[in-house]
């Protein structure tokens, strides 16, 4: 059974407009998924459907077998398992200080002082910020938000992260340890889903894609079968994560590689299987 699974979910705002349309897939527990598409596709309100913050105009979905209910008890009890990390962290936090932000969730569970303080250094830890801990959230750079943030959705250890695009404000580094941290928490079972405009960043680093348009589903699938379908990527207007297309170009054997220095590697001990005794290297024509 899929721990989440959305049937014929369609959202319309208030003003009119249709953001999502008849949409139905389904999420496994301790997958990593990205959640790819242009500006305009959805991603944003689906996953505040699945946190529960917006419910649909059509359609349902269903958490560990159990329809969604919105009433207060059972939106508290889903939050505990489903956290969302806002795109904006400014739409996120709220206390006086970074301590006290990420605090928040866990002390308005009922958790012992003791459980609260060990779940703040935990999440601070995690995310590089346990210097911040005593600094006002609005002396903050961006980057230092957005790692606030996800340090707040930690504290309370939820089975499943949505995370709508983390990584935007962060450098490369940091974006690196964060990729890391969701694998970790990924390899003891949490399930996350990170919605994101690098299709190469996706490609390096989920088990399988969603991709949606306009509202809809275009292709759910493992890395391979989104980012090697042609059609959908001129559709969308995307080029192919590189690894992939050099890999394709190049006709080189093996499963595809995921990353830079997977392919790199593959493609060194490819040319050194062609080599010449002399030590030349035969081109692709030859």
Same mark, same amino acid.
């Given at each position: 059974?899929?721990?989440?699974?959305?049937?014929?979910?369609?959202?319309?705002?208030?003003?009119?407009?249709?953001?999502?349309?008849?949409?139905?897939?389904? /999420?496994?527990?301790?997958?990593?998924?990205?959640?790819?598409?242009?500006?305009?596709?959805?991603?944003?309100? @689906?996953?505040?459907?699945?946190?529960?913050?917006?419910?649909? +105009?059509?359609?349902?979905?269903?958490?560990?077998?159990?329809?969604?209910?919105?009433?207060?008890?059972?939106?508290?009890?889903?939050?505990?398992?489903?956290? !969302? /990390?806002?795109?904006?962290?400014?739409?996120?936090?709220? $206390?006086?200080?970074?301590?006290?932000? /990420?605090?928040?969730?866990?002390?308005?569970?009922?958790?012992?002082?003791?459980?609260?303080?060990?779940?703040?250094?935990? $999440?601070?830890?995690?995310?590089?910020?346990?210097? !911040?801990?005593?600094?006002?959230?609005?002396?903050?750079?961006?980057?230092?938000?957005?790692?606030?943030?996800?340090?707040?959705?930690?504290?309370?250890?939820?089975?499943? /992260?949505?995370?709508?695009?983390?990584?935007?404000? @962060?450098?490369?580094? +940091?974006?690196?340890?964060?990729?890391?941290?969701?694998?970790?928490?990924?390899?003891?079972?949490?399930?996350?889903?990170?919605?994101?405009?690098?299709?190469?960043?996706?490609?390096?680093? $989920?088990?399988?894609?969603?991709?949606?348009?306009?509202?809809? @589903?275009?292709?759910?699938?493992?890395?391979?079968?989104?980012?090697?379908?042609?059609? @959908?990527?001129e559709s969308c207007g995307w080029q192919q994560?590189?690894?992939?297309?050099?890999?394709?170009?190049?006709?080189?054997?093996?499963?595809?590689?995921?990353?830079?220095?997977?392919?790199?590697?593959?493609?060194?001990?490819?040319?050194h299987g062609i080599s010449h005794n002399d030590?030349?290297?035969? +081109? $692709?024509?030859?």
């Open positions: 059974m899929a721990l989440i699974e959305v049937e014929a979910l369609s959202y319309s705002y208030p003003a009119g407009s249709e953001a999502l349309h008849e949409l139905s897939l389904s /999420i496994s527990a301790g997958s990593r998924v990205a959640l790819v598409g242009p500006n305009g596709s959805g991603k944003s309100t @689906l996953l505040r459907h699945l946190n529960g913050l917006l419910q649909p +105009t059509h359609g349902r979905i269903r958490f560990r077998g159990e329809a969604l209910r919105y009433d207060r008890l059972a939106l508290r009890a889903l939050r505990q398992q489903v956290g !969302l /990390i806002f795109q904006d962290p400014e739409d996120q936090l709220f $206390a006086a200080t970074v301590g006290e932000d /990420i605090g928040f969730g866990p002390l308005n569970l009922g958790l012992a002082p003791s459980e609260v303080k060990r779940r703040i250094a935990s $999440a601070a830890a995690a995310t590089d910020i346990v210097d !911040l801990l005593d600094r006002p959230l609005h002396a903050l750079s961006a980057g230092q938000k957005a790692r606030a943030a996800v340090a707040g959705v930690l504290a309370m250890t939820p089975t499943v /992260i949505l995370a709508d695009e983390p990584l935007a404000s @962060l450098d490369p580094p +940091t974006q690196t340890r964060l990729l890391s941290l969701f694998d970790d928490l990924a390899n003891n079972g949490c399930t996350i889903l990170l919605a994101t405009h690098d299709l190469e960043q996706a490609y390096s680093w $989920a088990d399988c894609v969603i991709a949606l348009k306009e509202g809809r @589903l275009l292709a759910q699938g493992s890395v391979y079968e989104v980012f090697g379908n042609a059609a @959908l990527l994560p590189w690894p992939l297309a050099i890999y394709l170009t190049m006709c080189l054997p093996g499963v595809p590689p995921r990353r830079r220095s997977e392919l790199l590697a593959h493609i060194k001990s490819h040319l030590g030349t290297v035969r +081109t $692709a024509e030859a």
